[in-house]
């Protein structure tokens, strides 16, 4: 996100966050805002509304925002006032959210901010709270005339997860869909907020080099991997409805694997946008014999023994959630028909990455390909950490003898923005200030997705499938390796 929008170009709001006191709004909102005040990337006249169930006082919860700021922002807290002026408006308000008569007093505090701060009606709900409470917190909004969009404009920010299969999924959007219209919903994957996500349009689309080779005629095989290091840190319950298919393949691996497979839109325009996308979603084939799950047993991962999914605060010790997912699945059109992409994604593995791995095909078995050794090229694209792209080729070994090595070109993000670049949170709370939705997931995208992921479900839960049990600290099971050895390929790690 470059500095170049002056904060007085965007309108005026209140930011109204549900779930002020959780960990998303510590570890990303107010770090995100302390972020894009120090960029000039927020209103001029701006309020935030602290909401929670607990008891504080306005500066209580001020000094708990300063401590997530010092733990969690990108950038250093300086303590100057002039960064800490987005606090300038600010208001903690204490609210259970099944107290209707409690968003009474909310929206007589929302209305004399208006007066104070000149925020002339607009705002930005963000529900940060658990999915439970999604559809009644919209519904009392609506009822106290707060999601109405006449004169002023008003928004709601949804977190994932977005239902936990289709039939849940449609009747939250049904509910939510009463109370604000479609545009004025923003449900966030917060992938789409990365660097490198962004960046995979424009690399696809703004280069002449990568159009005419990305169809099945060149590319031999699409990899798509997510691991993460931790376990499910105190967030049991929540996991305990999830797993990893819910949790990450439904939104954040599908999401990419759109953008990646995705055909050119007629234009930039958000909805030309996500009507490519959601072709993608519909074309999307699997077998869910082609998808293993897994789960971590004790094991050491950073040189630290850690226990077992099981053994997890709030996971039931017979659990068989899975934390780990491998699959391989289709898009069935004609520039993809034939090309697997394998997608895998799980907790306790040997290091955070996640990427995606382009294989193109080799050459015809003459020339230089008749020696078996030599690499296809491949694109890989670091979505994080050190987020960037290089390109594997083969070329020739200086010397005499006739060798050929696989070399690589390399570009770093961090080489064009400095290392410190925005997170995902500021470019997604600063696309809602300023009514642009093209990085949030319209709802027939969600429903597509859901319907691919409970094909999944379903099969499991028939065929009773087991989570097989993987070491902390590992790749997951032998079954993730079967699945892609037996079509004579394998994992990439880089
Ligand atoms: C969240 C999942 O959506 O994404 C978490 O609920 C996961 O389980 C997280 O850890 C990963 O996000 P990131 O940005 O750290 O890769």
């Known amino acids: 996100m470059q500095n170049t929008q002056q904060s007085s170009s965007l309108n005026p709001c209140i930011l109204v966050i549900f779930g002020a006191t959780g960990d998303l709004a510590g570890r990303k909102l107010y770090p995100a805002l302390y972020n894009l005040a120090q960029d000039q990337l927020l209103p001029e006249c701006f309020a935030v509304v602290a909401v929670g169930r607990k008891a504080k006082s306005n500066q209580d919860a001020q000094a708990d925002i300063i401590e997530s700021i010092k733990a969690f922002s990108r950038t250093e807290y300086t303590g100057s006032d002039e960064d800490l002026e987005f606090l300038k408006c600010f208001h903690y308000f204490q609210l259970d959210f099944y107290d209707s008569a409690g968003y009474a007093g909310l929206k007589k505090l929302l209305d004399g901010i208006d007066q104070q701060c000149q925020t002339e009606g607009n705002r930005v709900f963000f529900l940060a709270v658990a999915p439970e409470h999604f559809a009644p917190i919209a519904l009392e909004l609506k009822a106290h005339g707060m999601a109405h969009n ?220 008749r020696d078996e050794q030599l690499d296809p090229n491949l694109l890989v694209i670091r979505v994080q950490p050190d987020a960037g792209i290089f390109f594997k080729f083969n070329a020739k070994k200086p010397g005499t003898e006739h060798s050929i090595v696989p070399v690589s070109m390399d570009f770093s993000e961090s080489s064009l923005a400095g290392f410190n670049t925005p997170e995902a949170y500021e470019r997604l709370l600063f696309d809602v200030m300023r009514g642009e939705s093209a990085l949030f997931t319209r709802w027939d995208e969600v429903q597509y997705a859901w319907q691919f992921i409970d094909q999944i479900a379903r099969h499991w839960h028939a065929a009773n499938a087991p989570a097989v049990v993987y070491p902390a600290g590992s790749f997951g099971q032998a079954q993730a390796d079967y699945l892609i050895r037996s079509d004579g390929r394998e994992w990439h790690e880089y």
Request: glycine content about 6%; proline content about 5%; charged content about 25%.
């Open 150 to 369: 006449q004169g002023s404009w008003q928004r709601v920010v949804i977190e994932k997860p977005f239902g936990h299969d289709l039939e849940s999924a449609q009747k939250l959007n049904s509910v939510i869909r009463s109370t604000f219209a479609e545009e004025q919903i923003y449900r966030i994957d917060h992938y789409l907020g990365k660097e490198m996500v962004q960046n995979l349009m424009v690399l696809r689309f703004a280069n002449t080099l990568f159009e005419p080779v990305w169809n099945n005629k060149y590319i031999d095989h699409v990899q798509i991997t997510f691991a993460e290091t931790v376990g499910v840190e105190g967030r049991g319950a929540y996991y305990e409805k999830a797993g990893a298919l819910r949790d990450m393949v439904q939104n954040h691996m599908l999401q990419l694997l759109t953008l990646i497979a995705m055909e050119p839109p007629v234009d930039l325009a958000t909805e030309s946008i996500r009507d490519e996308k959601v072709k993608v979603l519909r074309s999307l084939k699997v077998n869910p014999e082609n998808v293993v799950r897994g789960q971590y047993g004790p094991g050491v991962v950073d040189a630290q023994q850690v226990v077992a999914y099981n053994q997890e605060q709030r996971v039931a010790p017979d659990t068989n959630v899975e934390t780990f997912v491998a699959l391989k699945t289709y898009v069935e059109n004609f520039r993809w028909a034939g090309v697997p992409f394998y997608m895998r994604t799980g907790k306790r593995m040997p290091k955070k990455y996640s990427e995606i791995v382009i294989s193109f095909k080799k050459l015809p078995g003459v020339l230089y390909f």
